[in-house]
């Protein structure tokens, strides 16, 4: 294949041309440069002769200004440099989480307010000086239930709550015990479902007062409503499942509680009390209590309830025992009048006998500012021969003390006891307490 020569020789023309006009051009632009610098240096002289003298310092003085901050900006961006090295790691250390895994979780869990369900905890304890001239008995200080009241809300209607105790016994050596742990379902103020361990609603006190002396106004509990672990009579926790609420009565103020649970054990009195686990029979323990506020008397509560449950001990037949109890309160701001009455029956199966033990107390108090009188006088009368509390046998007797409220937080008690008893001399004791919250 040929190729043309013609454009080839037409581009060489071309260049020719454009050539020759470079030529002829450059000779007027370097006579023009020539002739105009001197003008253009007569026009900067001029310009220089017409600043004012102090112009020049002035500008001289900006001059070393600048220069100053120069090296100013030049010191402060090495500092920086020498500061990164050591801030890099904690900034770096931090890793992201795959973007994967919030995706993972379930949708409802994205518009959760995980604030509602934090943990509230409330602190109370306190300590005791206590002595009496019972025998074997010494005055000793006495460190009181570290009782941690936790609460929170699962949700608008869930509430959970449970009471975690940390208490030393009579070998000085600290136990823990979750006295309370209680799920609540709200349906509104009629139906109320709660799981758990609870205390039983046996009376008054057993639910108006739990595992903190710095409530009571006294230094401990009335000796019909102590812990089992104390030696206590009553049922005073169960494992189960409770329903309360309010019953439509117009100013009367009526309220009802049902529940029903494991009950306590009656092996052995060596063996826990409360059947948090294992329950030893087959037999629930159920309890049904009604109570009324009325609105004209603000402070005032009557009612009752009763327990049902089947004692089953070693080597004995089983027991069956029911409990009345009936209280008429008044808990006022300045003045308290509490009063219960209970029944304790048990009837062994087959036996001929049934064994009642009758008990009850009575408590007075009145505020005066920061200080609070009280007399409470208790009685509770065991037969010798009852199959479950035989150690117990008669006691009664008065108790009077005072209550100062220190502070908002603080409470100091100081209380005497006298206490009857079937067999052996009376004992006096006197007590020092201080109560706490925190």
């Known amino acids: 294949m040929k190729y043309s020569t013609l454009p080839q020789i037409r581009a060489l023309f071309a260049m020719k041309f454009i050539g020759r006009m470079c030529g002829r051009l450059m000779l007027p632009l370097l006579l023009g440069m020539v002739i105009a610098t001197p003008l253009l240096r007569a026009q900067q002289i001029n310009a220089l002769s017409d600043l004012n003298p102090p112009t020049p310092q002035l500008l001289l003085q900006r001059i070393d200004q600048l220069d100053g901050e120069v090296k100013e900006l030049r010191a402060a961006l090495a500092k920086m440099a020498a500061e990164l090295p050591s801030q890099a790691p904690p900034q770096a250390a931090p890793l992201r989480q795959p973007e994967t895994e919030p995706q993972a979780q379930p949708a409802e869990s994205q518009g959760m307010d995980m604030n509602k369900t934090l943990l509230r905890i409330r602190g109370f304890s306190d300590v005791t000086l206590r002595g009496s001239d019972l025998k074997g008995d010494t005055t000793s200080f006495s460190l009181g239930q570290v009782d941690m009241f936790v609460t929170s809300d699962v949700s608008e209607r869930l509430k959970f709550l449970s009471e975690i105790v940390f208490e030393a016994g009579r070998d000085n050596s600290f136990g823990v015990d979750v006295e309370r742990l209680l799920l609540t379902y709200s349906y509104g103020d009629y139906l109320n479902v709660g799981v758990g361990r609870f205390h039983s609603a046996i009376g008054y006190y057993n639910t108006a007062y739990h595992h903190s002396t710095w409530f009571q106004t006294t230094t401990g509990r009335p000796f019909l409503f102590e812990f089992e672990d104390k030696g206590g009579i009553l049922p005073i926790h169960n494992v189960g499942a409770t329903v309360s609420g309010r019953i439509p009565s117009g100013t009367l103020g009526l309220h009802y509680i049902a529940e029903v649970g494991n009950g306590r054990t009656s092996r052995s009195p060596l063996v826990e009390a409360v059947q948090n686990v294992v329950d030893e029979n087959n037999h629930k323990a159920v309890n049904f209590a009604i109570f009324a506020r009325p609105e004209a008397i603000p402070g005032l509560q009557t009612g009752f309830s009763i327990y049902r449950d089947v004692l089953a001990p070693e080597n004995s037949p089983r027991i069956g025992e029911t409990i009345l109890a009936a209280h008429a309160i008044y808990a006022g701001l300045n003045f308290e009048w509490l009063n ?36 409470r006088y208790q009685y509770v009368n065991v037969s010798p021969n009852e199959p479950v509390f035989s150690d117990v046998g008669l006691r009664h007797g008065p108790s009077v003390g005072l209550r100062y409220d220190l502070s908002e937080f603080v409470a100091l008690k100081l209380q005497y006891d006298y206490t009857a008893l079937r067999v052996g001399q009376p004992i006096n004791a006197l007590a020092l307490q201080a109560g706490f919250t925190f």
């Open 340 to 375: 219960e009455a209970l029944l304790i029956r048990h009837a062994p199966r087959g036996a001929p006998r049934v064994f009642d033990t009758p008990g009850f107390y009575t408590q007075i108090s009145r505020r005066f500012g920061s200080y609070r009188p009280y007399v």
